[in-house]
């Protein structure tokens, strides 16, 4: 079992910046694929980012890409995901997620999910 616990989220205004954290427990951190997805309200799940196991390798959804940057301390079992120029789109709460070898965007293919952490893009 891995536990994932998100924090960093709140209200910005449009064209600001914050940092989510994921703190990770349980399991070595280290063996897992981390991702970063989110959900606003009314609309489906969706991918965000993820990063391999050694944070050499990270892949953004094309929303996010040259805005979020992900990357991970596998010292200190935590995945962050930095979110600069964020636009009112970006609202909604934000899940990070771990899994297994490999690199996928489906949900289905992380086995453990933190709680989420609500990002409020005000324009």
């Known amino acids: 079992q891995v536990q994932l616990v998100e924090s960093g989220g709140g209200l910005v205004q449009a064209g600001g910046s914050l940092r989510l954290s994921c703190a990770a427990s349980?399991?070595?951190?280290?063996?897992?694929?981390m991702g970063w997805f989110r959900q606003a309200p009314g609309k489906e799940r969706e991918f965000v980012a993820l990063?391999?196991?050694?944070?050499?390798?990270?892949f953004y959804a094309d929303s996010v890409k040259g805005r979020f940057t992900i990357s991970r301390d596998n010292a200190k079992n935590t995945v962050y995901l930095q979110m600069n120029s964020l636009k009112p789109e970006d609202t909604a709460v934000y899940y990070c997620?771990?899994?297994?070898?490999?690199?996928?965007?489906?949900?289905?293919?992380?086995?453990?999910w933190g709680q989420g952490t609500q990002v409020t893009v005000a324009s």
């Open positions: 990063i391999s196991w050694s944070g050499g390798n990270t």
């Open positions: 349980g399991r070595t951190f280290s063996n897992y694929r």
């Open positions: 997620a771990a899994g297994g070898s490999g690199y996928y965007t489906q949900l289905t293919k992380y086995a453990y």
